[in-house]
Every structure is written in structure tokens, then in C-alpha cells.
């Protein structure tokens, strides 16, 4: 298996663009995860999906920041319109039940 | 407010000595602890686990101690390898099975 696939690794964008990250969770997962990593706050849960419906967005930081879920295979999250306080590093994870998460390699957002 | 705590952002250790990376949770229906690594440009990858029912548990050089009285725990690497050079995160999890995280260890085994 490929592991969690993310894309892009690196995105590098302008304030007020639209940016969007994308994952493929491990085939046969149900449950799939979308984290922020900063130096303040560190790995931080952004919103979690069980069989492609979200059941915690809590930590999604405002509305600007949104993600769906179409099916089991792929995810996105999106952030319109991007600000510099967005940069971090966000991962992607996924995990069957009760198991252990595996991440992907994560996309490193950069907003000027 | 954060529920899984670690204090040392970082820890340099000699090759061959032993590493001991700690972690605080302030959340008592917290029963499974999971400490994850994380090279640079990488995920994090699981490394080990425990549960509340036991108090140690052990694979190869890496044991981590669960002390649920004082809502603490930690990882021991013994010997350490320039190779564990890594941030190392402490996580917890209740009924849910959703992980709550740390903010990461940095650890430097210098040769």
C-alpha cells in the first residue's frame, strides 16, 4: 500500500487566494483526519470524518477554513481567502476503527 | 487549554545513554497513550502504546512507564542512536479513539 497520499507538498500562495490540499486515505480506512502542525500549538485536530461524513469540526479555525469528503477515497480542505497566519504544516491521516492513525507526509503551506 | 502536555520542547543526549522524553495529561478518562515520531518532511509514525491497564510496556529499546495517579508518562530509549533523532509526540485517547496530542519533543542524539 502507498500509504496516505497528500498533494501538493509544498504550496506556496499569496494572501487572499484560494488554496486547496488534498488526500487519498489508506484503501479500506473509514475514518480520515485533518491536522495542523505549528510551532505554538503543535499538532492541532481540525476536523475529522467517519465513512465520508464529518462528525468533529470543532477545530476548524474559522470560516474561511472548509472540507468535504466525497468519498472514501479522497478528501480536501480549502481555505479562502488564505492569510499569512495560515502557514503551517497540514496532515493528513487516516485509520480503520479502533487502529492507529497513519499520516501522510504532510503539505507545507506558505502565505505571503 | 491543553490536556496533553510536554514541557521540554527539546532534549540533546549522547549516543548510547538513555533518552527520557515526558508527557502530562490532565484529562482522567483518558485510557490509551500513544507516542508517535516525526522526522523532518515526514508524518508522524506510530511508535508505541499503552493502556491504562498496565503500567509499562516495552519493544526492543523504546518502554514507556504510564504513572495514571499523577496523570503522567514517558518514553525511555535505550541505548540511544543518532538515528532517533526526531520530534517525538505524546498522545491520549478516551472512549473515542480520537487522539489528542502533545507539542512535540525535539530530541538531538549527538554522536
Known amino acids: 500500500d502507498a500509504g496516505v497520499i497528500q498533494s501538493p507538498r509544498h504550496e506556496v500562495t499569496e494572501m487572499g487566494q484560494e488554496v486547496t490540499l488534498r488526500c487519498k486515505p489508506i484503501s479500506g480506512h473509514n475514518s480520515l483526519f485533518w491536522y495542523r502542525q505549528t510551532m505554538m500549538r503543535g499538532l492541532e485536530l481540525l476536523i475529522y470524518?467517519?465513512?465520508?461524513?464529518?462528525?468533529?469540526d470543532s477545530g476548524m479555525p474559522e470560516d474561511r477554513f472548509s472540507a468535504k469528503m466525497p468519498n472514501a477515497s479522497f478528501s480536501t480542505l480549502k481555505i479562502q481567502p488564505s492569510e499569512p497566519r495560515d502557514s503551517a504544516v497540514y496532515f493528513c491521516?487516516?485509520?480503520?476503527?479502533?487502529?492507529?492513525?497513519?499520516f501522510g507526509p504532510g503539505t507545507r503551506l506558505t502565505v505571503l | 487549554d491543553q490536556q496533553v502536555k510536554q514541557n521540554s520542547p527539546s532534549l540533546s543526549v549522547q549516543e548510547g545513554r538513555i533518552s527520557i522524553l515526558n508527557c502530562d495529561y490532565t484529562?482522567?478518562?483518558?485510557?490509551?497513550f500513544l507516542w508517535y515520531k516525526k522526522y523532518p518532511a515526514e508524518g508522524p509514525t506510530f511508535l508505541i502504546s499503552i493502556s491504562s491497564i498496565k503500567d509499562k510496556n516495552e519493544d526492543g529499546r523504546f518502554t514507556v512507564f504510564l504513572n495514571k495517579s499523577a496523570k503522567h508518562l514517558s518514553l525511555h530509549i535505550v541505548p540511544s542512536q543518532p538515528g532517533d533523532s526526531a520530534v517525538y509526540f505524546c498522545a491520549a485517547t478516551g472512549g473515542s479513539y480520537i487522539p489528542t496530542f502533545g507539542r512535540g519533543t525535539s530530541l538531538i542524539v549527538h554522536p
Open positions: 491521516a487516516s485509520k480503520a476503527g479502533p487502529d492507529t492513525q497513519y
Open positions: 484529562n482522567s478518562m483518558f485510557d490509551y
Open positions: 470524518f467517519n465513512n465520508n461524513v464529518p462528525i468533529d
